[in-house]
């Protein structure tokens, strides 16, 4: 059975059970074992939801022994298996997931579906190989080429192609049926921090941070109706980053150690808590301190400073365009 997880660390104490409580709650890339999008499937059912719809593209064992898990603690939950990329796959959703929540739509959408990169020499020249002739290398410098964007080019369609379509498919139902709709979008630190090697994951993840206000602007006189922010992730043990776990290059930097998914879980629970009102068009931060043994989780608010500065050299002399 692909599930591993300890439902009873999901249930957590104080004011995070409120993120959850009495909401059908739609979680896309929450199939695969281990992941983070399966701890928030599961902090969802193990806090109050009232019904959980686990979303997959690939991870369908994973997913369906999700739900088996979840409905085995009496919470209603269920399966959706769709490409976020497709946009049929999307709109054939719409009524089944609505069927399953008892004819509403979802109060909470959570996109967490994405994908990494295995990481590559980004707009640098690949090294020489003894003996290799000029045929050779360029062939294998194309190949290399395609391969790399092939890479990056999923990364962004999964991240960027699949939140908007998540967006305007259950906004869209909101506003039609009158309802109120929290989305919680997953990005990463790595989206305002760049690390090396993995180009495409950081440019779809700082796309992210622009929906909410991109969403508020299209939504006008009902933008009340709807509510979204962006979350900003550490690094969390996960079957894509379990080789890092013990890897002190890494963690030196940045935390202590790799966050365990219900840790992360209940981080995002605690913030999830707060009215949605508050959260609405920011950038959240999960900040890790401390040490090892007693790691210690707090936010912040990361605000995307754009500012607009006159250059001298042009304003000075300006180009002068008398009417055609």
């Known amino acids: 059975m692909a599930y591993t997880a300890d439902f009873e660390k999901f249930k957590f104490p104080g004011d995070a059970r409120a993120a959850f409580e009495g909401k059908r709650v739609l979680i896309t890339g929450s199939g695969k074992d281990g992941g983070i999008g399966q701890a928030l499937a599961l902090a969802?059912?193990?806090?109050?939801?009232?019904?959980?719809?686990v979303h997959f593209h690939s991870s369908y064992r994973d997913g369906f022994d999700l739900?088996?898990?979840i409905r085995s603690h009496g919470v209603n939950a269920f399966a959706v298996q769709a490409d976020v990329t497709n946009t049929r796959d999307m709109w054939a959703s719409r009524s089944y997931i609505?069927?399953?929540?008892?004819?509403?739509?979802?109060?909470?959408?959570?996109?967490?579906?994405?994908?990494?990169e295995k990481g590559y020499r980004f707009g640098r020249a690949l090294p020489e190989i003894d003996g290799e002739s000029r045929a050779e290398r360029r062939a294998r410098v194309r190949q290399d080429f395609i391969e790399n964007l092939?890479?990056?080019?999923?990364?962004?369609?999964?991240?960027?192609?699949?939140?908007?379509?998540?967006?305007?498919?259950?906004?869209?139902?909101?506003?039609?049926?009158?309802?109120?709709?929290?989305?919680?979008?997953?990005?990463s630190m790595q989206a305002?921090?760049?690390?090396v090697a993995v180009p495409g994951y950081v440019v779809a993840n700082w796309a992210v941070l622009k929906l909410p206000e991109v969403l508020k602007v299209n939504l006008g006189r009902v933008?009340?109706?709807?509510?979204?922010?962006?979350?900003?992730?550490?690094?969390?043990?996960?079957?894509?980053?379990e080789e890092y776990a013990n890897n002190p290059k890494v963690f030196g930097r940045w935390q202590p150690r790799m966050l365990e998914p219900h840790e992360a879980a209940h981080g995002v629970s605690q913030l999830l808590s707060?009215?949605?009102?508050?959260?609405?068009?920011?950038?959240?931060?999960?900040?890790?301190?401390?040490?090892?043994?007693?790691?210690?989780?707090?936010?912040?608010?990361?605000?995307?400073?754009?500012?607009?500065?006159?250059?001298?050299?042009?304003?000075?002399?300006?180009?002068?365009c008398p009417k055609p």
């Open 223 to 241: 933008a009340d109706q709807v509510s979204a922010c962006c979350l900003m992730l550490p690094f969390i043990r996960t079957s894509m980053t």
């Open 192 to 195: 305002v921090e760049p690390g």
């Open 274 to 320: 707060r009215p949605a009102d508050e959260l609405n068009l920011g950038n959240f931060k999960l900040c890790v301190a401390g040490t090892a043994e007693e790691a210690q989780l707090f936010w912040s608010r990361v605000n995307l400073d754009v500012r607009n500065e006159s250059l001298p050299w042009s304003e000075n002399t300006p180009l002068v």
């Open 44 to 53: 969802a059912a193990a806090n109050g939801a009232h019904t959980v719809g």
């Open 98 to 116: 609505i069927e399953q929540m008892q004819g509403k739509g979802p109060d909470l959408v959570i996109c967490n579906s994405g994908l990494t």
């Open 67 to 69: 739900v088996a898990a």
């Open 150 to 187: 092939a890479e990056s080019s999923l990364v962004l369609n999964t991240k960027i192609d699949g939140f908007v379509a998540m967006t305007h498919l259950w906004a869209g139902e909101a506003i039609y049926h009158k309802q109120q709709l929290q989305l919680l979008y997953i990005s």
